[in-house]
C-alpha cells in the first residue's frame, strides 16, 4: 500500500480541552493521524479515551464553550478546516466530510419523512431542483437496500438496523470525500452488525471513499479497516496498518486490550484483564499516561512521556519498553 | 485477582450526594442568592418586627393621619393614623404564613394523590380527571365562591387556595413518579423484596424531589399574589389585620394625594415575590439534571 | 450430576396489545442444575430479558410452570415470595439506571439485609455490608460514594453486592457486562465465575454476546422470537451449530483476528412480528434453507444429538446426518 500520496484528511497535534466547573479536562492531547483515499481508519479506544472529541474536532462540532480546541491543524486537501470562515465550514460539512453517530434514534428526526430527511442534506448542498433532490434521496434508499416506497414513513416505522441505513444515506447523499463513523454498529444486533458492515464496505468501495470508524470493537476494526490508531487519554499510544497491530502489537495497552478479550476458538479460564481503569481526563498521571496500569512499567515511565517510535516503516509506537514486549 | 489497582487518581475528585451538588450550585448561583438575601430579609423583618417599630399595626395616632415617609414614621401614616411600616413588617407575617402553609398542605396532598395515581395507577383516570376540572376553574372566581360560602375570613381563605394549588402538585408528582418507576433500580428494589410502602419511601419520593420543589416557590408566590387579591376583595383576610393586599384595597381610595398607603404595600408585595421567583429559577437551574459533568 | 435447582416447563408470556397478543416468551422448558452456567443467548426481541423476569417473579407468568429445588413457584403467595427472593436474585443490565442515583453504595448493598432483618445492629450491619464490599472487590473507602461518582465497571461490582447480599443460590444475569468496555467487561467476568466458585451460585446468564456466553457458561441455549431454537452444551454448540439461526449468529460474529476468510451467512430481512405469530417456524422468513413445511408448522424441539436439542424441521438435511 502506498502511503506516499498525499492525504486526504490529515490532523496534526490536535489539542482539545474541557474547561468545566473549576477544572480542565485534557480531552485530546496532541493527536496525529491520516486518512487515504479510498482506504479506512479505525480508532479504537474505551470510554472515555477521548474518540468521540476528536471525531467532533474533525467538523468543529465540539461545543464552544466548554470546549475549546487549543491548537493543532486539521487539513482537508492541504486546508486547514480550524482557520476556515463558518460559511465554508457549513460548506464542508456534509458535503466534503460526513458523520454518523451511534445511536440512530438521536440522528433522526422523529417528526419528519426519512426520504425528506435523505433529501434536506442534498438540498442545502448542492444547486439541484427539488425533484431532482427527491429523485435522488430515493435512489439513495435503493442502495441501502431499503425500498424507495417506504421514503414516506417515520423513523418509528423501522427497526434498529434500518435506521442506521437511513443515517448512512443520509451521510452519503452528497458523495463525501470522508466519512466519520462513530461506533455505527454498536447499539446494534450482530446479524445486523453484519448486514449494516457489509453494506457499509459496499459503498465505500463504490464512491471511493475514506473512512475514519470509531470504535472499541477490534473485530469489526479486522473486517473493515486498513489501518489502526490506538488511542488512550487523548493520544495515540499505537498506530500502523492492521497486520502491524493484530500480527505485530507493541503497545502493552494494545495487548492488554487483545488478552481481554474471550476469544471464541480456545477455551480460556480466566480471562486476562486490565487491572484498574482509564485515567480521568481531568486528573491524568504523570509520565507515560498507562504506566499506572501497566505490568511493564519502569521509574522512567511514571516521569517521563515517551516519544513516538517507529516500528517499521508504518507501524508507530509510544512506549519506553516496547522492544522487550511481546504479545503472548 | 480480585478487584483491581486503583490509584486514589482514579477516584473522581469525591462529589458528595445529590443534595450537596445541589447546594453548592445553588450557592454558586448569583440569581438564587440575591432570591435568598431578599426573602431573608423579609423573614427576618417579620420575625424581628417588634425591634425595628415601635409602633402597634393596629395603633391609630389621630394627629398623624396621612403623613407622607417622615422621621417619626418611616413609610408614613394611613387614613387611621396608623405607621406604615408596622403594617407592612407585621403583615410580612400574614403573607409568609399564608404562602408557606397553603404551599405545604397542598404540596403533601398533591404528592399523596400524584403517588396513588402514579405508582399505584388506580383511580389514575378518575384522580386526573378531577385535578383537570379543578385547573380549569380560574382560581380568584373559585376562591371568592368558596369564601363567599364559609364566610370570609383568614381560614375560610387559606382552604380555598390550598385546594386549587393541589392539582398542579398531582400532576407533576405523578409525571415524575412516572418516569421514576420505569428505571431499573426500581426493578432491582423489588427483586430484593422490597415492598411498596419502602420503594415509595426510598426510592420514589427521594428523585421526585427536585420537580416539588420548584413547585414550592411557583406555588409560595402564586399564594401571594392570590391572597393579596381575594383579600383586596374582602374575601380573605379582615381588617385591621395588615395583610398587604388588604391594605392596597384600604388605600384605594386615596390613590390621586396619598398614593403611599396603597403603592408601598405594593411594593413589598413585589419585593417578596421578586426574592421567591429569583429562589425559584436558581433552584431550577441547580436541580437541573442535565447539568450534571 | 448435580441436582437441578431451576425448572421451567412450558413457560409462555403474552402481552396483550391492541393488535393482539404479543407472544415474548412461547413455551420454554429447561432445567438448570446446581453450581452450573445456563447462557440464553439471543438478538433483542427474543424474549431472554422477559425470561429473566418471569423467573424472578417480576412480570406475571401467563402459562407454563416454574419450579425451584423440585418446588412449584409458578404463583407464590406474598409469603411465599418474600421467602423466595432471598434464593434468587438478579444484576441488571445497565450499571447507570440500575442504582438509586440517590442511595450510597452502603446503603445499596445493605438494603437488601435492612428488608429481610438480617443484622441485629447498625454496626453488624456495617460489617455484613464491608464484607460484601470486600468479596466483590470494592473497598471500603466507598461505603458513601454515590453512584454517580463511580464508572460502570465500579457500578455494576455494586449491582453484583446487592445481589448476593442475601447469599442466594441463584442469581439471573441480564447482560451484566454488555455496557461495559472491553477491559472492564473481562473483570467483571473473572469476578462472576469467582464468586461461583466461592459462593456455589448457579446463574443464568442472560447476553447477546456469543464470546461471552462461551466463556461462562456450561450450557447454552439460543432463542429467537420468544422461541428455544437450540440448546446444547457449550463447547459442542460452538463445534456443531445445528440450528440455521444459531449458524447464522455465529458467522455474524467479526473475530479480532486477521486471515479469517469468512463466509459470513447474510440473512436476508428483518425479525418477523412477535404479535400473534402464525403456526409456523419463527425463523422460516429469514431463513436461507426454508421450504413450505417450514411455513405450514412449528418445529418442536427434538433431542438431536446426546444432550443437544434443536428445534427445526430440516435438521437432519441441513447437518448431513
Not at chain 1, 442534506?121 to 442502495?143: C, G, P, Q, T
Not at chain 2, 369564601?147 to 375560610?156: K, Q, S
Not at chain 2, 385546594?163 to 423489588?190: H, N
Request: proline content about 6%.
Amino acid at each position: 500500500m502506498d502511503t506516499h500520496e498525499q492525504p486526504v484528511l490529515e490532523v496534526k497535534d490536535l489539542v482539545v480541552r474541557y474547561y468545566v466547573e473549576g477544572s480542565v479536562v485534557e480531552a485530546v492531547n496532541g493527536i496525529s493521524f491520516s486518512l487515504y483515499k479510498g482506504k479506512t481508519l479505525g480508532l479504537i479506544g474505551e470510554t472515555g479515551a477521548g474518540k468521540t472529541t476528536t471525531a467532533l474536532s474533525l467538523l468543529r462540532l465540539v461545543p464552544d464553550p466548554p470546549g475549546v480546541i487549543e491548537s493543532g491543524e486539521i487539513l482537508y486537501k492541504g486546508k486547514n478546516v480550524l482557520s476556515l470562515p463558518e460559511k465554508e465550514v457549513r460548506q464542508y460539512r456534509g458535503n466534503d466530510v460526513a458523520m454518523i453517530f451511534q445511536d440512530p434514534m438521536s440522528s433522526l428526526n422523529p417528526v419528519m419523512h426519512v426520504g425528506d430527511q435523505i433529501r434536506e442534506s442534498i438540498e442545502i448542498h448542492e444547486n439541484v431542483s427539488k425533484y431532482e433532490a427527491l429523485d435522488r434521496a430515493k435512489r439513495m434508499l435503493e442502495s441501502v437496500e431499503i425500498p424507495s416506497s417506504r421514503y414516506y414513513e417515520y423513523p418509528h416505522q423501522f427497526s434498529g438496523g434500518m435506521k442506521q441505513r437511513v443515517v448512512i444515506a443520509m451521510a452519503l447523499a452528497c458523495s463525501p470525500q470522508v466519512l466519520i463513523a462513530d461506533e455505527p454498529t454498536t447499539a446494534l444486533d450482530v446479524t445486523i452488525q453484519a448486514q449494516v458492515l457489509d453494506m457499509m464496505r459496499q459503498l465505500i468501495d463504490e464512491y471511493k471513499m475514506s473512512m475514519l470508524m470509531i470504535t472499541h470493537d477490534l473485530g469489526v476494526v479486522a473486517e473493515i479497516c486498513d489501518f489502526v490508531a490506538i488511542i488512550y487519554a487523548g493520544e495515540i499510544v499505537e498506530s500502523g496498518t492492521i497486520e502491524d497491530i493484530f500480527n505485530n502489537t507493541k503497545h502493552p495497552y494494545t495487548i492488554g486490550l487483545f488478552n481481554s478479550l474471550p476469544d471464541l476458538d480456545s477455551p480460556t479460564s480466566r480471562l486476562n484483564a486490565i487491572p484498574g481503569l482509564m485515567p480521568n481526563p481531568s486528573d491524568l498521571p504523570t509520565g507515560c499516561r498507562f504506566h499506572p496500569r501497566c505490568q511493564h512499567a519502569t521509574t522512567l515511565c511514571s516521569t517521563e512521556k515517551p516519544h513516538k517510535e517507529d516500528v517499521s516503516a508504518t507501524h508507530t509506537v509510544s512506549c519506553w519498553n516496547y522492544k522487550e514486549i511481546e504479545r503472548q | 485477582m480480585k478487584g483491581d489497582l486503583t490509584t486514589t487518581k482514579n477516584i473522581k475528585r469525591k462529589q458528595g450526594s445529590v443534595g450537596r451538588q445541589v447546594v453548592r450550585r445553588l450557592l454558586k448561583n448569583k440569581r438564587a442568592m440575591t432570591g435568598i438575601i431578599i426573602l431573608l430579609i423579609v423573614i427576618l423583618g417579620s420575625i424581628f418586627a417588634p425591634l425595628l417599630t415601635s409602633y402597634g399595626y393596629a395603633e391609630q395616632i389621630p394627629r398623624d393621619y396621612f403623613q407622607f415617609p417622615s422621621k417619626n414614621h418611616l413609610l408614613g401614616t394611613d387614613n387611621f393614623g396608623r405607621d406604615i411600616w408596622s403594617r407592612v413588617l407585621y403583615g410580612g407575617r400574614y403573607t409568609l404564613f399564608i404562602a408557606f402553609t397553603v404551599t405545604f398542605f397542598a404540596a403533601l396532598i398533591g404528592t399523596l394523590v400524584g403517588i396513588v395515581a402514579g405508582y399505584f395507577r388506580r383511580l389514575d383516570s378518575v384522580l386526573m380527571r378531577i385535578t383537570d376540572i379543578f385547573m380549569g376553574l380560574p382560581q380568584m372566581m373559585f376562591g371568592v365562591s368558596v369564601v363567599a360560602a364559609l364566610g370570609p375570613n383568614m381560614r375560610n381563605m387559606m382552604i380555598a387556595l390550598t385546594i386549587s394549588a393541589i392539582p398542579e402538585f398531582a400532576r407533576i408528582v405523578r409525571a415524575q413518579v412516572l418516569t421514576v418507576k420505569d428505571q431499573e433500580f426500581i426493578e432491582a428494589a423489588r427483586s430484593i423484596g422490597a415492598s411498596d410502602l419502602r420503594i415509595i419511601r426510598h426510592h420514589i419520593l427521594p428523585n421526585v424531589s427536585a420537580p416539588i420543589i420548584v413547585q414550592f416557590t411557583l406555588c409560595s408566590v402564586n399564594t401571594i399574589l392570590m391572597s393579596a387579591s381575594l383579600s383586596f376583595v374582602g374575601m380573605g383576610v379582615q381588617p385591621p389585620a395588615p395583610e398587604w393586599g388588604l391594605m392596597i384595597s384600604e388605600g384605594r381610595a386615596y390613590l390621586r394625594d396619598y398614593w403611599h398607603i396603597a403603592i408601598l404595600p405594593g411594593v413589598a408585595i413585589m419585593i417578596t415575590t421578586l426574592g421567591m421567583n429569583l429562589l425559584g429559577d436558581g433552584l431550577r437551574d441547580a436541580l437541573d439534571p442535565r447539568l450534571k459533568q | 450430576m448435580e441436582k437441578t435447582l431451576l425448572e421451567v416447563k412450558n413457560l409462555k408470556k403474552y402481552f396483550s396489545t391492541s393488535a393482539g397478543p404479543l407472544h415474548a416468551v412461547d413455551s420454554i422448558s429447561f432445567k438448570l442444575r446446581r453450581g452450573t452456567t445456563l447462557g440464553v443467548v439471543g438478538e433483542s426481541g427474543c424474549g431472554k430479558s422477559t425470561l429473566g423476569r418471569l423467573i424472578l417473579h417480576l412480570l406475571p407468568v401467563t402459562d407454563g410452570q416454574i419450579f425451584y429445588d423440585g418446588e412449584d413457584i409458578t404463583n407464590p403467595n406474598r409469603k411465599k415470595l418474600r421467602l423466595l427472593r432471598r434464593n434468587m436474585q438478579m444484576v441488571f443490565q445497565d450499571p447507570y439506571s440500575s442504582l438509586n442515583p440517590r442511595q450510597t453504595v452502603a446503603d445499596i448493598i445493605g438494603e437488601p439485609l435492612v428488608i429481610y432483618k438480617v443484622s441485629e445492629s447498625k454496626k453488624d450491619l456495617g460489617i455484613r455490608t464491608r464484607d460484601i464490599m470486600e468479596i466483590v472487590g470494592l473497598p471500603s473507602r466507598y461505603e458513601t460514594t454515590y453512584p454517580h461518582e463511580l464508572d460502570g465497571g465500579r457500578r455494576q461490582r455494586v449491582g453484583l453486592g446487592r445481589a448476593i447480599a442475601l447469599n442466594p443460590q441463584l442469581i439471573v444475569c441480564d447482560e451484566p457486562v454488555s455496557a461495559l468496555d472491553v477491559s472492564i467487561q473481562a473483570q467483571i467476568l473473572n469476578l462472576l465465575q469467582d464468586l461461583q466458585k466461592q459462593l456455589g451460585l448457579t446463574y443464568l446468564f442472560i447476553t447477546h454476546d456469543l464470546s461471552v456466553v462461551k466463556h461462562i457458561s456450561d450450557e447454552i441455549m439460543v432463542m429467537y422470537l420468544g422461541v428455544m431454537v437450540e440448546k446444547s452444551p457449550t463447547d459442542d454448540l460452538f463445534k456443531w451449530q445445528l440450528h440455521p439461526y444459531t449458524k447464522a449468529l455465529l458467522s455474524a460474529i467479526p473475530q479480532a483476528k486477521l486471515g479469517i476468510k469468512k463466509d459470513r451467512i447474510l440473512l436476508r430481512g428483518e425479525l418477523s412480528s412477535p404479535i400473534n405469530p402464525p403456526n409456523a417456524c419463527r425463523f422460516a422468513p429469514r431463513c436461507n434453507y426454508a421450504i413450505d413445511m417450514c411455513y405450514r408448522s412449528n418445529p418442536s424441539l427434538e433431542k438431536v444429538l446426546p444432550d443437544h436439542f434443536v428445534a427445526c424441521h430440516r435438521v437432519r438435511e441441513i447437518n448431513e446426518f
